[in-house]
């Protein structure tokens, strides 16, 4: 009686019928569900923010968001005009500023056309900014004239008491003090006029100080043409026929930054699925086998995008480049169906419908578990906390899943339709037939004519790559040079030299350092007092950072003090002229250099430029302080940003209070703590997660471990080849650790399961067939992880280099090592066979694989 068939048989059975019969139906329901998912892919957008990549509870993402909301601008647009006639580039500030103004603060945080109020702040209170010594010394001296011509108008100097006369009091003498005291004599023409104007006047500039951030496309679009039209408005050829005006400022080049990223990326991208196309023509070597390999792999990719959408919502600075990787990885499940089908129509001459049938048989367990090592292996990223990883794992886990379920979908309607139209195989020895395969030829012949030296060596190869292994990681082996992550410097950009420029005139805008926000000013004194005592007790090879800066400090010091001292002054000074010891001519020149209604100042005095890097969104001043960096020490350096980090972290004022603080130095501490922490979970659990497909795909039989074996020299392989070139891990090619682990048990399964489908076919024709499909498997993997080697970014060009080695090592291991292990095992039994004058159990070239 004849058994029934399993459920998961008939099941296959009935797909590959329905594919036959129906498979424009089939096409028309896939591509019901592709129009809309790839309708949702288009809407991804990418944030290239750091802080995307850790967790939105991490206490340094918080702080940083809240101190960011709290500031009063994102970025700055700045305007910068040049002509030959001086004046009419003032008319074009006076004329444009204010209309630039008038936009509102959904768009304008404020326009700095100048420093004429500041100017004309320290003009005023020049006394007060004057060294405490040098107003004293002035005070000395009027007091000390005063007296002397108190004396002389009594007769006293008739005593010899003018022998040594104090100096006299006249406008000029007082100016040159006063002006040398505040060292304004140095660079008092720095801004003439007040103007940020230079290069001989013919070059000024405008800042506009904005909430709109440039990576905010369509605000940031929507901003520049306001301020095109503005310009417009002006006019500046009627101003002056030779003035031009462009931009430049954060604004502009974050915008050039985001552009460069998403151009970056499609590069890569287009690459990567160009490169992969190609190798696959240059495998199957048929037109249409290229078109319905593009066909199903841009179905995979859809769904994987659309449901990004859905579940992720958008990509980071770790997922952007996922196009090119989950295209060469995904494309594998397709090329093992097409092989077999190709093989079944070809070699065994199955017409179409049986060749599906086969096709679905013979492959669909071997790509899903090999799909689910994949699947595991970025599955292992998804459990990790930061969201770099994260992100990476959900995507490219679903993207497996998804590329096989499309393979399984639409692949086999597609060969139907195909072969509907044309027959595939009309010569079955035609050209194509006789060339294809040849990727597998040299493993083939090296594993069935010398197996014992391949397996010796490779053994022998596996022993000192595991102890290389151990000696990378017990160096360390994370990158610690954030140079190395960089993007590489193809040519500067024009806005990025016209910003060198800009530079020289308004000199470097804000603060050189980390922004931490207090909760409120009588915490000011309280947390800079804390801090300097962090910076006296650290040791000296130890200091963690140069200074503290408040809003504080920009006011003048010991005012109380100085006022008394000029307060006593000026009463002589009037004394002086009520009794005509000064001549009205004197008084004239005197009166315009004496202090004014001068009062104590406070940071609300302050004018809008000085005080702008203490300003909140909301008007409130001096809750922001800066943290400056330890001179000679490099930001690039991770381990510094780490001591930076650690010393304004968490904050614990006297009266218990604690203030957090965060930006770009905690940011990169903690994700560099966060590599730390979840690298040996993801490791760990990808591994075991492989194991445990691996041992289900074979049921605990002996041919797991000899997967797993192969996996392990692919890994240690891999390893060895991180410590001879030094590539250290980082935020994004640590990834290719655990992806390795998938595809390299990717590669061995498939090998083992034609093994055990087919126990009686020769070595070298399954290395040939099924070696040679995992070859261009892993070829294409590697093409889409060669094409990020094409990127700008350095960290995503390393991550491209260690994936592709993980690709070399766990590909040799498969297709040469394994199954010249299993050659060697065949002949050592049929040899031990005949010896004991039995029949061999097996052929030479057929290993038992149970």
Excluded at 378 to 407: E, Q
Aim: net charge neutral.
């Amino acid at each position: 009686m004849a058994t029934r068939p399993a459920l998961h048989e008939r099941f296959l059975d009935w797909l590959a019928s329905l594919q036959v019969r129906r498979p424009w139906l089939v096409g028309l329901l896939i591509l019901a569900v592709t129009v809309p998912a790839a309708y949702g892919a288009r809407g991804l957008g990418l944030k290239t923010d750091f802080a995307e990549l850790l967790p939105e509870n991490k206490s340094s993402v918080v702080e940083m968001r809240r101190v960011s909301q709290k500031l009063t601008s994102a970025s700055t647009l700045t305007i910068v005009a040049q002509g030959n006639d001086t004046a009419a580039l003032k008319r074009f500030v006076d004329e444009a500023a204010p209309r630039i103004r008038a936009l509102g603060p959904e768009w304008v945080g404020s326009v700095e056309d100048g420093v004429r109020d500041t100017q004309q702040f320290l003009e005023t209170n020049k006394y007060l900014y004057a060294p405490y010594d040098d107003v004293k010394k002035l005070h000395d001296e009027v007091l000390s004239r005063y007296d002397y011509e108190v004396s002389k108008a009594s007769g006293m100097g008739d005593l010899g008491l003018d022998d040594e006369a104090p100096p006299a009091l006249t406008g000029e003498s007082i100016k040159k003090r006063v002006d040398e005291a505040r060292g304004k004599a140095a660079d008092g023409n720095k801004f003439p006029g007040g103007y940020y104007l230079g290069e001989d006047g013919h070059m000024i500039v405008l800042m506009v100080r904005t909430p709109v951030e440039g990576g905010s496309v369509q605000r940031a679009a929507e901003l520049r043409r306001r301020i095109d039209g503005i310009v417009a408005e002006v006019n500046p050829k009627s101003l002056d026929a030779s003035m031009e005006v462009r931009y430049t400022g954060d604004f502009i080049t974050s915008v050039e930054e985001y552009n460069g990223v998403k151009d970056d990326l499609a590069h890569v991208g287009v690459w990567g699925v160009g490169m992969v196309l190609a190798v696959v023509l240059l495998f199957f070597l048929r037109v249409r086998v290229l078109i319905a390999m593009a066909l199903t792999i841009g179905i995979g990719l859809a769904w994987t995008f659309g449901m990004t959408r859905l579940t992720v919502g958008y990509l980071n600075s770790s997922t952007g480049f996922l196009v090119s990787i989950i295209a060469g990885n995904g494309i594998n499940f397709g090329i093992i169906y097409m092989a077999r089908y190709l093989e079944a129509r070809r070699a065994q001459g199955l017409e179409v419908a049986e060749a599906i049938r086969i096709a679905h048989k013979d492959t669909w367990l071997a790509t899903l578990a090999a799909a689910g090592a994949a699947g595991v292996a970025y599955g292992s990223l998804a459990v990790t906390d930061f969201r770099g990883f994260k992100h990476f794992g959900v995507i490219g886990g679903m993207g497996m899943f998804l590329c096989w379920l499309g393979t399984y979908l639409a692949l086999p309607s597609i060969l139907v339709v195909s072969e509907r139209i044309s027959p595939m195989f009309k010569d079955r020895n035609g050209w194509q037939t006789r060339a294809r395969g040849v990727y597998g030829y040299l493993f083939a012949w090296l594993a069935d004519k010398f197996p014992r030296p391949v397996v010796m060596i490779g053994a022998a190869a596996g022993v000192v790559a595991t102890v290389m292994a151990v000696q990378y990681v017990r160096a360390d082996p994370m990158e610690y040079n954030l140079q190395n992550l960089r993007n590489e410097n193809r040519g500067e950009s024009t806005a990025r030299a016209l910003s060198t420029r800009v530079d020289k005139i308004v000199g470097r805008m804000g603060q050189d350092g980390m922004a931490v926000m207090v909760d409120r000013l009588d915490q000011v004194h309280a947390y800079k007092a804390e801090m300097d005592q962090r910076l006296a007790a650290a040791p000296e090879d130890q200091k963690p950072f140069d200074k503290v800066v408040t809003a504080f400090q920009l006011l003048p010091d010991r005012q109380g003090e100085k006022l008394a001292l000029i307060s006593e002054m000026m009463d002589r000074v009037q004394r002086a002229r009520a009794k005509g010891f000064i001549s009205d001519k004197d008084w004239q020149e005197l009166e315009p250099q004496l202090p004014n209604n001068l009062h104590l100042l406070s940071i609300a005095d302050l004018p809008e430029r000085m005080a702008r890097p203490f300003t909140e969104a909301d008007g409130t001043r001096g809750r922001i302080i800066y943290i400056v960096p330890k001179t000679g020490r490099s930001i690039w350096d991770a381990r510094y940003l780490e001591l930076w980090a650690a010393s304004f972290r968490e904050v614990k004022l006297p009266s218990g209070e604690v203030i957090k603080g965060s930006g770009r130095a905690v940011i990169f501490a903690d994700m560099m703590q966060a590599v730390r922490d979840d690298a040996p979970k993801a490791i760990l659990i990808s591994l075991l997660g492989t194991v445990a497909v691996v041992f289900l795909a074979f049921r605990f039989r002996r041919a797991s471990w000899a997967v797993l074996g192969t996996l392990v020299l692919g890994v240690g392989g891999l390893a060895a080849f991180l410590l001879l070139k030094d590539i250290k891990l980082n935020f994004l090619n640590f990834v290719a650790v655990p992806i390795t682990f998938g595809v390299g048990a990717d590669y061995a399964v498939n090998m083992m399961k034609r093994f055990q489908i087919e126990p009686e076919a020769k070595i070298k024709s399954v290395v040939i067939e099924t070696g040679g499909a995992v070859i261009l498997c892993s070829l294409t993997t590697m093409l889409g992880y060669v094409a990020l080697m094409f990127s700008t970014n350095q960290a995503i060009v390393s991550f491209g280099m260690t994936a592709g080695m993980g690709e070399v090592t766990t590909l040799v291991a498969a297709v040469l090592v394994l199954p010249a292990a299993l050659a060697w095992r065949a002949r050592s039994r049929r040899r031990d066979a005949t010896a004991s004058d039995r029949p061999p159990a097996m052929a030479v070239e057929s290993p038992s694989v149970s």
